[in-house]
């Protein structure tokens, strides 16, 4: 019997893991997908906001703020990587000017540090290729970026090291609730008794409130964004978020440095009826390069490499939905976690502990919790030197296997088998960037599949690029003698 389930592997769902693994609890994560941080966690713009945007009082603004305070202890405990961009919010005439001092107002009301109104003369200096257009900047230093999936991956890690369980490919398909505790039905076959269960299934976690509840307070209204990524040799295009004003729409196209140097372009916002529906779209994407120039000058879409899109779980409840079922005790749901849901997760994860089940009444802390986990290092970050010394004592680091990143075979080696590792062209493409670069796997695909089957021993017939039914070939058609 588990204390506790975790429905959903997003940022939401292991931040929450890392967080409850600091407690005497039996508990266990089961996430849909071959891998943790596939949906929402892996299709964003990657910003921890400042808290500028959301209404005052509201539990968005409050986590928001207290979220992007503690990814700085999360840079410290889990090797995360964090890029101090600031961010600039820009207007372009008297009227927007009005809207920026009101969203100036609103940062101020909601205590985020250092906000500032600039002039474009001044705002210039930092950021030499701003739109002529632009009149007025509010700048929101303490904005960052980080690498989404690498923050999920060191929760969960983390969490696992002090004790949490996780399981991959594991749908929740039935909950039925019993005298005082829960049985969870798994690809609807196999059950697990646990007397409490932590819904953070993102654009799901409707449908999993129905399966306990009869009455669920929201609804998820799903919304589309679509991007452009733009070729990490274009790294210092522009040097903080740039953010339009927000409108009911969202906080509109964007111009967002990334930690690995490339700027994502985007996104739209369009409300869509299938929630699983991640493909782009010639209006979105159009939508995205109009609306990128009042941004900044000449936005080098000569150099895109990649598009896609992510579906927000926006929903009909105004503020994040964290609560308790009215119904069942021990159910605790997460509702409409859009952005600023990343920026605002490990906050919601100790809120929802603290505040909402309050564990610390109900299981002791475990005096052996270890809050560090260590990235491997990167070894194109080295020295000529150091690698020199490093190949010599692993010569596998000495095979390129992804020249556009200068990923090695070590480092993908080290990855198939690193306790959350994986046997997938997409998983291993998280964690190590093989594919993420100018030519998107199209040299590196084939030597990471050979990796993977030598490794684990497989056929390469059976080799996933990322869900287990997502194989790469069908049937060999030329067999040697
Ligand atoms: C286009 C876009 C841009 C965004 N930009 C930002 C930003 O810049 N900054 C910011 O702070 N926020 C941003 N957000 C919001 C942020 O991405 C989300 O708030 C955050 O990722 C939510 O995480 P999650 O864990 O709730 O959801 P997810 O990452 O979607 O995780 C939910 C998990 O539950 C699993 N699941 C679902 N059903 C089941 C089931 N039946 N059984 C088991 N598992 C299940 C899913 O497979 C999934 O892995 C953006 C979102 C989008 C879409």
């Given at each position: 019997m588990y204390d506790y389930v975790i429905i959903g592997a997003g940022i939401i769902g292991t931040c929450v893991a890392r967080e409850l693994s600091r407690y005497s609890v039996k508990a266990i994560v089961l996430e849909k997908e071959n891998d943790v941080a596939n949906v929402q966690t892996l299709a964003n713009s990657a910003i921890i906001h400042s808290?500028?945007?959301?209404?005052?009082?509201s539990l968005k603004a409050k986590l928001n703020i207290w979220g992007n305070q503690l990814y700085d202890e999360l840079e410290q405990e889990l090797d995360i990587p964090l890029l101090r961009s600031g961010a600039y919010v820009v207007a372009h005439n008297e009227q927007e000017e009005a809207e920026l001092e009101k969203l100036y107002q609103n940062a101020l009301a909601n205590e985020v540090p250092d906000v500032a109104l600039l002039s474009f003369e001044e705002a210039v200096k930092t950021e030499p290729n701003l739109a002529r257009s632009i009149t007025k900047v509010l700048t929101l230093p303490t904005t960052k970026v980080t690498y989404p999936w690498e923050v999920a991956f060191a929760c969960m890690e983390n969490a696992m090291k002090n004790g949490m369980e996780f399981q991959k490919n594991a749908t929740v398909t039935k909950i039925e609730p019993k005298d005082d505790f829960y049985i969870i039905t798994v690809n609807n076959r196999q059950t697990i008794e646990t007397k409490a269960v932590i819904n953070a299934a993102g654009v799901a976690s409707d449908d999993i409130a129905a399966m306990i509840d009869k009455t669920v307070e929201f609804k998820i209204t799903p919304r589309k964004g679509e991007y452009f990524v733009l070729d990490n040799r274009m790294k210092g295009f522009v040097n903080h978020v740039l953010y339009p004003l927000p409108s009911e729409a969202g906080k509109g196209v964007l111009l967002t440095p990334q930690v690995h140097g490339e700027i994502l372009v985007g996104p739209n916002s369009v409300y869509v009826e299938d929630k699983y529906r991640t493909d782009v779209s010639f209006e979105g994407l159009n939508y995205v390069k109009a609306n990128a120039g009042a941004l900044a000058e000449n936005v080098p879409f000569h150099k895109i490499i990649r598009s896609f899109a992510g579906i927000r779980a926006t929903s009909t409840y105004d503020d994040f939905y964290i609560q308790e079922s009215k119904e069942h005790k021990g159910i605790f749901h997460f509702g409409g976690l859009e952005s600023p849901g990343l920026s605002a997760a490990p906050a919601i994860a100790k809120y929802l502990l603290r505040d909402v089940i309050h564990i610390e009444k109900l299981f002791p802390e475990k005096p052996d919790f270890d809050p560090i986990r260590k990235k491997k290092p990167e070894f194109?970050?080295?020295t000529l030197d150091e690698k020199r010394k490093l190949i010599e004592e692993y010569p596998t680091y000495g095979n390129i296997i992804c020249k556009c990143e200068q990923i090695t075979e070590k480092e993908i080696v080290d990855a198939i088998h690193a306790p959350l590792g994986s046997n997938t062209i997409k998983g291993l493409k998280k964690r190590t960037r093989a594919g993420a670069g100018l030519c998107q796997g199209g040299y590196c695909e084939e030597k990471v599949m050979k990796l993977i089957a030598r490794e684990t021993g497989?056929?390469?017939?059976?080799?996933?690029?990322?869900?287990?039914?997502?194989?790469?070939?069908?049937?060999?058609t030329k067999v040697e003698e």
């Open positions: 808290g500028h945007n959301p209404e005052p009082d194109h970050t080295f497989v056929s390469p017939l059976t080799i996933a690029y990322d869900a287990t039914d997502s194989a790469l070939f069908l049937e060999e």
